[in-house]
């Protein structure tokens, strides 16, 4: 313990030391050209402090063999020496175990995510090397804050790398008489900064629209008057523009400060997600929007304070296209966690909530939704969207041979406990020839819901799919693995009314093992290999990474043990290819095609039901299924290439390596590609 706070005391003194090269390096940092030197000095101070800082958090790291060879172990097991190989390609020394997120944190900091001199200069090179520098400004509503923390805010727009900013410090007649003139200290002499003051306070929305209205950049980026912008922040916006011209509303990943000014908790977010979107506002922070269509759609809206940045996003959003929303997959945003702030716990500010429901309630009803927003108890929402006054038929596809005990208890639950009724169900007899089965199934046969198409090729479950589909009277189809078990009677309403939604492709559910832990929450391409599902076997309520193992979402593929899709989504891709991809890897495969064809895949929690996987045809780990198995690994590979590696809903800052959503070492980003031997 002595030890650690001795290296406590070091690293402070260096922070220490850091700070004061930073507010030395602001006295020459007042203009494009007279700002060089100071940001050479203060690179170098940061560089020592980073160099100690490394020293600190590399001493206490552990050995990552034990944990490579279990990987391996796994690979092997599942999918082959092809994926084995893979993984051991990497360097050695550039993956470590994440057992603690925030201890490993820090040393992914310094690893990958610490900004030396040299690094610096390039970065500054870069930025007056672009074609096009668009100019931002940067909107701090300011209300009564600590000095303190405010200087290290404006600090943070001042050592930007890239020079084309505007700050712009509003006051909402903050009560401390010091704010003002502070305020006004700050402008002083620098002509990129500009202050104003209101009369009487008007609440953050109405501050903001007062810094609006004396901005003139092409883009707004949304900064809180304690928080931190990085030194690469808008830089890392501006190259983004560069490929994504059009782009209206471009957003990073963020992290948190706590009070010492220590880094946690790293929000790697998905790109554009809409679904996701309704149930958590991951646009702030960094959000930067241009500034013609914040002015188009009103500014801030009064009344929604709280939640007033998620308002405008929604109002924004419904002016645009998904592709002119770009993710930016780099933390730029430091969210300092204070008492009393929503960084520390959504519930600090239960108004917030209450603002952002209705925000969403008003998109929803601009878009034409019939349905509900419901503010959940975690600081999410959900949307819950109506079915039609008239529900269409849905065709459940189930195949199987023999196992009526499995069969039995997957359609009897179907039967007994789903409320929505307007079903059929087409079980697909694939040659069974047990008595107790072929009984059972002639029993179902003369259930009015029920037809069983017999079917003797050769096992073939995207073959057997494909024809029951084919047969199919419904509008949607299901497809059903023999396996599954109702939990939640309202499971295919909910699955209906997300695919009846205009741009949704294939619709997935959350199943469980029967031990309650979680079996599917969703498949991200690359994990494990070829492709993995997120939250494994988490308890059934576990929230997951920032709530995505408990919010509906878009994700690139759900498991066809239990997905839903309409008819002609289904035909229009092909089916599932039944000539490569006889068992495994069938939907990923058809959820990517269908994500090609331009719809979205989603995933919802809120249709649960057990998943006793495999128990009917059994693993594929031996024999022929293993050769089998691994024929159609490398069939994804050759089909799917890079892009099973670069799953645009899972961030390339977290690994592909465990289904936790742990950190990436080193991060899928071209500027830390790994050598690759041999």
Same mark, same amino acid.
């Given at each position: 313990?002595?030890?650690?706070?001795?290296? %406590?005391?070091?690293?402070?003194?260096?922070?220490?030391?850091?700070?004061?090269?930073?507010?030395?390096?602001?006295?020459?940092?007042?203009?494009?050209?007279?700002?060089?030197?100071?940001?050479?000095?203060?690179?170098?101070?940061?560089?020592?402090?980073?160099?100690?800082?490394?020293?600190?958090?590399?001493?206490?790291?552990?050995?990552?063999?034990?944990?490579?060879? &279990?990987?391996?172990?796994? #690979?092997?097991?599942?999918?082959?020496?092809?994926?084995?190989?893979?993984?051991?390609?990497?360097?050695? /020394?550039?993956?470590?175990?994440?057992?603690?997120?925030?201890?490993?944190?820090?040393?992914?900091?310094?690893?990958?995510?610490?900004?030396?001199? *040299?690094?610096?200069?390039?970065?500054?090179?870069?930025?007056?090397?672009?074609? @096009?520098?668009?100019?931002?400004?940067?909107?701090?509503?300011?209300?009564?804050?600590?000095?303190?923390? +405010?200087?290290?805010?404006?600090?943070?727009?001042?050592?930007?790398?890239?020079?084309?900013?505007?700050?712009?410090?509003?006051?909402?007649?903050?009560?401390?008489?010091?704010?003002?003139?502070?305020?006004?200290?700050?402008?002083?002499?620098?002509?990129?900064?500009?202050?104003?003051?209101?009369?009487? /306070?008007?609440?953050?929305?109405?501050?903001?629209?007062?810094?609006?209205?004396?901005?003139?950049?092409?883009?707004?980026?949304?900064?809180?008057?304690?928080? +931190?912008?990085?030194?690469?922040?808008?830089?890392?916006?501006?190259?983004?523009?560069?490929?994504?011209? %059009?782009?209206?509303?471009?957003?990073?990943?963020?992290?948190?400060?706590?009070?010492?000014?220590?880094?946690?908790?790293?929000?790697?977010?998905?790109?554009?997600?809409?679904?996701? $979107?309704?149930?958590?506002?991951?646009?702030?922070?960094?959000?930067?929007?241009?500034?013609?269509?914040?002015?188009?759609?009103?500014?801030? &809206?009064?009344?929604?304070?709280?939640?007033?940045?998620?308002?405008?996003?929604?109002?924004?959003?419904?002016?645009?296209?998904?592709?002119?929303?770009?993710?930016?997959?780099?933390?730029?945003?430091?969210?300092?966690?204070?008492?009393?702030?929503?960084?520390? !716990?959504?519930?600090?500010?239960?108004?917030?909530?209450?603002?952002?429901?209705?925000?969403?309630?008003?998109?929803?009803?601009?878009?034409?939704?019939?349905?509900?927003?419901?503010? =959940?108890?975690?600081?999410?929402?959900?949307?819950?969207?109506? #079915?039609?006054?008239?529900?269409?038929?849905?065709?459940?596809?189930?195949?199987?041979?023999?196992?009526?005990?499995?069969?039995?208890?997957?359609?009897?639950?179907?039967?007994?406990?789903?409320?929505?009724?307007?079903?059929?169900? =087409? +079980?697909?007899?694939?040659?069974?020839?047990?008595?107790?089965? +072929?009984?059972?199934?002639?029993?179902?046969?003369?259930?009015?819901?029920?037809?069983?198409?017999?079917?003797?090729?050769? $096992? /073939?479950?995207?073959?057997?799919?494909?024809?029951?589909?084919?047969?199919?009277?419904?509008?949607?189809?299901?497809?059903?693995?023999?396996?599954?078990?109702?939990?939640?009677?309202?499971?295919?309403?909910?699955?209906?009314? #997300?695919?009846?939604?205009?741009?949704?492709?294939?619709?997935?559910? *959350?199943?469980?093992?029967? %031990?309650?832990?979680?079996?599917?929450?969703?498949?991200?391409?690359?994990?494990?290999?070829?492709?993995?599902?997120?939250? @494994?076997?988490?308890?059934?309520?576990?929230?997951?990474?920032?709530?995505?193992?408990?919010?509906?979402?878009?994700?690139?593929?759900?498991?066809?043990?239990?997905?839903?899709?309409?008819?002609?989504?289904?035909?229009?891709?092909?089916?599932?290819?039944?000539?490569?991809?006889?068992?495994?890897? /069938?939907?990923?495969? $058809?959820?990517?095609?269908?994500?090609?064809?331009?719809?979205?895949?989603?995933?919802?929690?809120?249709?649960? #039901?057990?998943?006793?996987?495999?128990?009917?045809?059994?693993?594929?780990?031996?024999?022929?299924?293993?050769?089998?198995?691994?024929?159609?690994?490398?069939?994804?590979?050759?089909? @799917?290439?890079?892009?099973? !590696?670069?799953?645009? $809903?899972?961030?390339?800052?977290?690994?592909?390596?465990?289904?936790?959503?742990?950190?990436?070492?080193?991060?899928?980003?071209?500027?830390?590609?790994?050598?690759?031997?041999?």
């Amino acid at each position: 313990m002595a030890r650690q706070n001795a290296g %406590d005391q070091t690293q402070s003194a260096d922070v220490a030391q850091a700070t004061a090269g930073i507010c030395n390096a602001e006295r020459t940092c007042h203009g494009e050209t007279g700002g060089h030197d100071g940001l050479v000095h203060t690179f170098s101070v940061l560089d020592h402090f980073a160099q100690r800082l490394t020293q600190f958090t590399m001493s206490t790291s552990a050995s990552t063999y034990l944990r490579k060879a &279990r990987t391996a172990w796994r #690979l092997w097991r599942t999918e082959g020496w092809y994926s084995v190989a893979r993984v051991i390609r990497l360097k050695t /020394n550039t993956t470590r175990s994440a057992a603690s997120n925030d201890r490993d944190y820090t040393a992914w900091i310094a690893r990958y995510d610490s900004l030396d001199v *040299k690094r610096l200069r390039t970065l500054t090179s870069r930025a007056y090397g672009l074609a @096009w520098r668009p100019r931002f400004s940067v909107l701090v509503p300011v209300y009564n804050p600590p000095l303190a923390l +405010l200087d290290e805010a404006v600090s943070s727009v001042r050592m930007q790398v890239y020079p084309d900013w505007q700050l712009i410090l509003v006051d909402d007649a903050s009560t401390d008489p010091q704010v003002w003139p502070r305020l006004q200290t700050l402008a002083t002499g620098d002509s990129r900064i500009r202050v104003g003051r209101n009369a009487v /306070n008007g609440h953050i929305s109405a501050t903001s629209n007062a810094a609006l209205a004396l901005a003139d950049g092409d883009f707004v980026a949304l900064l809180d008057q304690d928080d +931190l912008l990085t030194p690469d922040a808008l830089l890392r916006v501006a190259e983004a523009l560069q490929t994504h011209p %059009d782009a209206q509303i471009l957003y990073s990943d963020e992290d948190k400060l706590d009070a010492k000014g220590r880094r946690f908790d790293p929000y790697f977010k998905s790109d554009w997600n809409l679904e996701l $979107f309704l149930s958590q506002n991951f646009v702030s922070h960094l959000g930067v929007y241009r500034r013609e269509l914040v002015q188009q759609v009103g500014g801030f &809206r009064l009344g929604y304070e709280g939640s007033q940045d998620y308002d405008l996003a929604l109002r924004c959003i419904a002016c645009i296209g998904a592709q002119q929303i770009v993710h930016i997959p780099y933390v730029l945003y430091h969210w300092r966690v204070l008492p009393g702030s929503t960084a520390l !716990a959504p519930g600090e500010k239960p108004y917030a909530q209450i603002a952002g429901q209705r925000a969403l309630s008003d998109f929803v009803a601009s878009q034409g939704w019939a349905g509900t927003v419901e503010a =959940l108890s975690n600081g999410y929402y959900r949307f819950h969207a109506h #079915l039609p006054s008239d529900p269409p038929l849905v065709s459940l596809v189930i195949p199987t041979r023999n196992q009526a005990q499995f069969v039995t208890q997957c359609i009897d639950s179907i039967l007994g406990k789903t409320t929505y009724r307007n079903f059929e169900i =087409l +079980l697909v007899d694939n040659g069974s020839d047990e008595p107790e089965a +072929l009984a059972k199934f002639a029993e179902y046969a003369r259930h009015p819901q029920i037809r069983v198409l017999r079917d003797d090729r050769p $096992f /073939n479950y995207s073959a057997l799919n494909n024809a029951a589909v084919r047969q199919a009277n419904g509008e949607l189809v299901g497809l059903i693995n023999n396996d599954i078990e109702v939990i939640e009677p309202g499971w295919l309403g909910e699955l209906v009314s #997300l695919a009846l939604r205009e741009g949704v492709g294939a619709v997935g559910a *959350k199943l469980l093992y029967p %031990d309650g832990l979680v079996q599917h929450a969703g498949v991200v391409t690359g994990l494990g290999g070829v492709a993995g599902h997120l939250h @494994w076997k988490r308890e059934r309520d576990a929230p997951g990474y920032f709530g995505r193992a408990v919010l509906t979402q878009a994700l690139s593929a759900v498991t066809a043990a239990c997905l839903v899709v309409r008819k002609a989504i289904y035909e229009e891709v092909g089916g599932l290819d039944e000539e490569h991809l006889t068992v495994a890897f /069938n939907d990923v495969d $058809f959820c990517l095609r269908v994500r090609e064809a331009g719809y979205r895949n989603v995933w919802t929690p809120w249709a649960l #039901l057990y998943h006793h996987e495999s128990a009917s045809r059994g693993a594929d780990t031996s024999g022929p299924k293993a050769e089998r198995f691994a024929r159609e690994v490398a069939y994804m590979h050759r089909a @799917w290439g890079r892009k099973l !590696a670069h799953d645009p $809903f899972y961030n390339p800052n977290l690994c592909l390596e465990h289904e936790t959503s742990w950190l990436a070492w080193p991060p899928r980003l071209p500027e830390h590609a790994p050598a690759v031997q041999g």
